[in-house]
T-cell receptor, first 113, second 116 residues
Framework: GDSVTQMEGPVTLSEEAFLTINCTYTATGYPSLFWYVQYPGEGLQLLLKATKADDKGSNKGFEATYRKETTSFHLEKGSVQVSDSAVYFCALTSMDSNYQLIWGAGTKLIIKP | AAGVIQSPRHLIKEKRETATLKCYPIPRHDTVYWYQQGPGQDPQFLISFYEKMQSDKGSIPDRFSAQQFSDYHSELNMSSLELGDSALYFC???????????????FGPGTRLTVT
């Protein structure tokens, strides 16, 4: 079945550093790809999405490009802030998954001032 | 913009009691999903409804049941609660996902259930 693999955390960076959180997927069809963010003690917020190959999702300085050739959807940000500290989940939906979200394990990001 | 509403936000129950969680989707969203998230874990899909019919079922225990009503709100009923049911329960809503899967799920703030 479909699956999502993302890099293990925690990832600890200094403020203004460059961020990459790797995410790769396995899917038989043509999935839609998402990044969700969960701040401490809060719910899940959709950060960005891409629905077809070569699409780039972007929001709040974060970007991710749907790479079908490498089955990847890596999350990047050029300069992180302390307020970006959260858990980031990569996820997909597809017809094969009956459109339920298939989640990665989540990556905890810690940004130090 | 209106978001997904869940109630209650916090709930404390004893073992073997019952609990009912409510979810009010974003207006015009016709699909509702329920997820369970344990501490430090990714969300686990429980069940979903589209146009008031169950559309998919995940790892939902037989002790749990859910339904979607005519106004599209949904309720998750949990009986014979166990300590292991303590978790965050999220509801999400979307437009018709079968429209090419383009429609993302928007999550509510969650209900934190503690079973003692």
């Amino acid at each position: 079945g479909d699956s999502v693999t993302q890099m293990e955390g925690p990832v600890t960076l200094s403020e203004e550093a460059f961020l990459t959180i790797n995410c790769t997927y396995t899917a038989t069809g043509y999935p839609s790809l998402f990044w969700y963010v969960q701040y401490p003690g809060e719910g899940l917020q959709l950060l960005l999405k891409a629905t077809k190959a070569d699409d780039k999702g972007s929001n709040k300085g974060f970007e991710a490009t749907y790479r079908k050739e490498t089955t990847s959807f890596h999350l990047e940000k050029g300069s992180v802030q302390v307020s970006d500290s959260a858990v980031y989940f990569c996820a997909l939906t597809s017809m094969d998954s009956n459109y339920q979200l298939i989640w990665g394990a989540g990556t905890k990001l810690i940004i130090k001032p | 913009a209106a978001g997904v509403i869940q109630s209650p936000r916090h709930l404390i129950k004893e073992k073997r009691e019952t609990a009912t969680l409510k979810c009010y989707p974003i207006p015009r969203h016709d699909t509702v999903y329920w997820y369970q998230q344990g501490p430090g874990q990714d969300p686990q899909f429980l069940i979903s409804f589209y146009e008031k019919m169950q559309s998919d079922k995940g790892s939902i225990p037989d002790r749990f049941s859910a339904q979607q009503f005519s106004d599209y709100h949904s309720e998750l009923n949990m009986s014979s609660l166990e300590l292991g049911d303590s978790a965050l329960y999220f509801c999400a809503s979307s437009l018709d996902p079968t429209s090419g899967g383009r429609y993302e799920q928007y999550f509510g703030p969650g209900t934190r259930l503690t079973v003692t």
